[in-house]
């Protein structure tokens, strides 16, 4: 589930609908970043879980930082799973967002780490996003 999730929906209702199923489904991991995340509301960081963004669904985003975090399950190294994961990133981008990824053992493990890598972003200006041609 960790890689984000692409949707074929356009309408709002239906990515809500697939965001409130992934949430139900969530991983250790994401549990315990999430919880995490949470804490950084009083710094003026909102981070939504299992947010849509455009066509896809990403673990948690903060839309004023411009910030998708993913956490992965492991390290699949399938070529068809990071062909996506850089797909998925490189759209992304061209909206203005960055995206850190996590494997769940590294959030579990380490969370103080990774919780250091989520500050470094959010103390980072977010980059401008590529002008994209027409409707787009």
């Known amino acids: 589930m960790g890689w984000g999730q692409e949707s074929d929906w356009n309408e709002p209702r239906m990515a809500n609908?697939?965001?409130?199923q992934l949430r139900a489904e969530q991983t250790d991991a994401e549990?315990?970043?999430w919880r995490e995340l949470r804490g950084l509301k009083s710094d003026g960081f909102?981070?939504?879980?299992?947010?849509?963004?455009?066509?896809?669904?990403?673990?948690f985003a903060c839309h004023t930082a411009r910030l998708a975090i993913e956490v992965d399950g492991g390290q699949h190294g399938m070529v068809d799973m990071v062909?996506?994961?850089?797909?998925r990133t490189e759209w992304l981008a061209g909206r203005g967002f960055r995206v850190l990824r996590f494997w769940n053992d590294e959030v579990?493990?380490?969370i103080d780490g990774v919780m250091r890598v989520v500050?470094?972003?959010?103390?980072?200006?977010?980059?401008?996003?590529?002008?994209?041609?027409?409707?787009?």
């Open 83 to 87: 062909e996506r994961d850089d797909a």
């Open 46 to 59: 909102h981070f939504r879980r299992q947010a849509p963004i455009g066509r896809y669904i990403v673990d």
């Open 108 to 110: 579990l493990g380490n």
């Open 17 to 20: 609908e697939r965001a409130r």
């Open 119 to 136: 500050a470094d972003a959010l103390a980072t200006p977010p980059p401008t996003p590529p002008r994209r041609r027409g409707g787009e």
């Open 31 to 33: 549990r315990r970043l």
